[in-house]
């Protein structure tokens, strides 16, 4: 089955599950494959469970309608995210780094919750699983959302960005962690910069579903940038980023430049700000917070 008749069939049934313990009436349930499992052989018990459509990849186990064929369950998965999230004319937030990932989206959102209708990922489920499971719960009563993305080897923040398409990115900080995948510290910086990559190309990237869309205009990539962290600085700077904000707690030229006053029993923080408050200022703010308390 295309992607588009699965996005047709997406609409009548906008819930995926993936777990056959969690089956939502009317879902659409992902047959995803697991190290140590395969769950085409589930398929079967999901549609008993009350699931409208069981998506599968091997032909044994189609017993009807109801089973959707495709080729691959997880590209399928991923496919439909990307075509979904093409169709949504909303800011999306992506964020990603070797620490303060989570925390920083959850207070990101914490605030911005206060003034819009967000979606956010849930926990840490930031990989290639997580981040398109989190693009398909945005509805259209939604006016923002916040992508954590992960990753532990080259080219798959490259790959998260094609699905979430950020309108507005982060990097928390670049660490030592996950080296291996990596391949050295240089690596993680190269990884963690696809980030970087993504939004300073964003204006005139081109990708098939986009020219399936004449209509659908990508906006200028926004970044926000740690002006204390010169690892941060520096890779910026090897970038085109066209739209950049900074925050931090130096002076400098930052839209938010702040301190942390107390993070016990209550955070509590000092800030100045340039221009009047807005929803980039906001992020400022909490971005800028989370760095001090993660």
Request: charged letters at 20%.
């Amino acid at each position: 089955m295309t992607t588009d008749k699965l996005y047709d069939i997406y609409l009548q049934h906008p819930v995926i599950s993936t777990d056959t313990r969690r089956i939502a009436p009317g879902s659409i349930f992902f047959a995803l494959k697991g190290d140590k499992f395969d769950a085409n052989t589930f398929a079967e018990q999901a549609i008993k469970a009350g699931a409208a459509y069981a998506v599968i990849d091997n032909a044994k186990y189609r017993l009807g309608e109801q089973y959707i064929l495709v080729e691959d369950v997880l590209t399928a998965l991923q496919d439909l995210a990307r075509y979904y999230r093409k169709q949504l004319n909303i800011p999306v937030i992506g964020l990603t780094g070797t620490n303060g990932k989570t925390t920083t989206k959850e207070l990101i959102n914490a605030v911005l919750s206060q003034h819009y209708k967000t979606q956010a990922t849930q926990g840490n489920l930031n990989n290639h699983i997580g981040v398109p499971l989190t693009i398909l719960t945005i509805d259209d009563t939604h006016e923002a959302a916040v992508i954590e993305m992960g990753a532990n080897h080259q080219m798959e923040i490259d790959f998260l960005c094609s699905i979430a398409w950020p309108t507005h990115g982060l990097i928390t900080n670049v660490g030592k962690a996950h080296l291996e995948g990596f391949g050295g510290v240089e690596g993680v910086k190269k990884a963690k910069g696809e980030l970087y990559d993504y939004l300073a190309n964003l204006p005139s990237a081109k990708g098939t579903l986009e020219e399936e869309r004449d209509d659908f205009e990508k906006p200028d990539g926004v970044t926000f940038i740690n002006h204390d962290d010169a690892t941060l600085m520096k890779m910026a700077q090897q970038r085109n980023l066209q739209r950049v904000i900074y925050y931090g707690t130096q002076d400098g030229d930052n839209l938010v430049t702040g301190k942390l006053i107390e993070n016990s029993p209550h955070l509590v923080l000092e800030w100045q700000q340039q221009g009047s408050a807005d929803m980039y200022t906001l992020q400022s703010q909490l971005t800028a917070a989370s760095q001090q308390v993660a």
